[in-house]
């Protein structure tokens, strides 16, 4: 007899023996990356030749499509349709950072699994073959079980550009979202609030840049002989930013703020919730940013303000001169509450209420819209329940994740509450050298994945009925 017990033993017996790794190392030997010309084509091998197989094997029609976007890269559509049942959407991304070959440690490989310390090293072990090659891998366990149904409908996207900005997706789904149609969308891409939490992400911040810029003359001219009585580029742009946020991170400019404040949900989701600092890249700084909030509600629920870079004469090569230029390259986190409409204009409102009409703004726009499924929404209460259940601990919600992903463009055009279940964790140096996935998350995702494959198809999901 069949049984969800029995299933996720399958999925766990197929990770011990060592099955699962050797699966991954398969997906990690691709060099599936578009930031390097040399393996723009293994973007197409990747889904050719390690995907498509995998999934025809498990009863999925797959067809592969060229990008809407000249030069970027391909993007797969699986289903396997059994009639009855809820219709899932799942996701992923089988393109990767490039490798940095030079800088990994001595020992480790981009493109070759090696496993040392509970830890499997590899380029995209983390972000994100690992991740959907985890719920693959649940899923094929639970058709055996179920001795070849599932009793749901899952339909799979796979994109591999995702490093690019996701450029084209957006377009395709547009353009197919009937064949894309379904109830929820249910993936898994970036890490845990911590690695002893599971987490379930309900969308994201959005991305805002924008550039200032004040050119005062031709060129720079003499520091001894104009220091003093010419204007200063870098100084007045300096202080152009200094009334955008206050010495400790704060927020001025009030148009860039959700403008009721924290919504309850969002409040009540986080309560609790302590961030740590689980690597040496960064610390969390209790004094930063806005008073009042906790550092899980800055991140997950407030709008951010960072100077990316910024540049005044040739700090390579400092000459004596007072520079012509000056010029910052700066981006807002935004979470749903906020209209990305307005931002501009209130910028520039305040800068010329505070004295600097001189200071330029360009380049200013969204690179990534924000998102958020309501947490109340019945998708994410039955999707915890089962996490829950499998992993016998809480998950946690965060409403929008500190990263970029693409949760908005299923939101938009197709109309979905957006779940992602994250299976890796803030130290696995994704985008960097050295990047690995923990094996203790990685098995623990794959039992909670096989979980929720079960019981998709026991037939007690939320209504199937399409949103209005």
């Known amino acids: 007899m069949s049984t969800r017990d029995g299933a996720i033993a399958r999925a766990l017996g197929f990770f011990d023996s060592g099955a699962f790794r050797d ?93 040392e310390d509970g830890r499997w090293y590899g380029r995209g072990t983390a972000d994100n073959k690992g991740q959907h090659a985890i719920n693959l891998c649940a899923l094929e366990a639970v058709l055996a079980e179920r001795g070849g149904r599932l009793g749901f409908n899952l339909k799979l996207l796979l994109e591999t550009s995702e490093e690019r900005g996701s450029t084209g997706l957006r377009e395709f789904i547009a353009a197919h979202a009937d064949a894309l149609r379904a109830d929820v969308l249910i993936g898994s891409d970036g890490p845990r609030v ?78 609790g919730l302590v961030l740590r600092a689980e690597s040496d890249a960064a610390t969390i700084d209790a004094g930063w940013g806005e008073p009042g909030l906790s550092a899980a509600e800055k991140v997950f629920g407030w709008t951010s303000f960072i100077v990316v870079a910024m540049t005044s004469g040739r700090p390579e090569n400092p000459v004596n001169a007072v520079a012509p230029s000056a010029r910052a390259h700066c981006q807002l986190r935004y979470p749903a509450d906020c209209d990305p409409a307005v931002f501009e204009p209130v910028l ?63 939101v938009e055009h197709l109309r979905l509450p957006v779940m992602w279940f994250k299976h890796s964790y803030n130290g696995c140096k994704q985008h960097g050298p050295d990047e690995h996935l923990l094996i203790v998350l990685a098995r623990e995702g794959t039992a909670a994945f096989a979980g929720l494959w079960w019981d998709l198809g026991e037939g007690d999901t939320p209504s199937t009925a399409r949103r209005a």
Not at 47 to 72: K, S, T, Y
Not at 380 to 407: C, E, H, K, N
């Open 23 to 115: 699966r991954l190392s398969e997906l990690v030997a691709i060099p599936s990356t578009l930031l390097d010309p040399a393996h723009e084509a293994d973007t197409q091998r990747y889904l050719a030749d390690a995907i498509q197989p995998w999934l025809e094997r498990m009863g999925f029609a797959v067809e592969i499509h060229p990008n809407p976007v000249p030069g970027l890269g391909p993007i797969l559509i699986a289903e396997r349709i059994e009639g009855d049942g809820p219709t899932i959407l799942t996701y992923g991304h089988g393109d990767t950072v490039a490798g940095l070959d030079d800088q990994w440690r001595k020992g480790l490989k981009p493109w070759t699994l090696i496993e």
């Open 194 to 271: 911590a690695t002893d939490t599971p987490t379930l992400s309900l969308g994201n911040r959005g991305l805002f840049h924008f550039e200032l810029a004040l050119d005062l003359r031709p060129g720079g001219v003499h520091s001894g002989n104009w220091g003093g009585i010419t204007t200063d580029p870098a100084i007045v742009l300096a202080h152009a930013i200094s009334t955008l946020a206050g010495r400790n991170g704060q927020i001025l400019v009030p148009g860039w703020l959700p403008p009721q404040g924290l919504p309850a949900p969002v409040r009540a989701a986080l309560d």
């Open 348 to 410: 520039r409102a305040h800068l010329d209420a505070a004295g600097f009409p001189e200071v330029r703004i360009e380049n200013a726009g969204v690179g990534m819209p924000a998102s958020r499924t309501d947490p109340s929404d019945p998708w994410v209460r039955w999707t915890l329940a089962s996490m829950d259940r499998t992993l016998d601990r809480p998950t946690q919600i965060i409403p929008s994740g500190g990263g970029g992903l693409p949760s908005d463009m299923f």
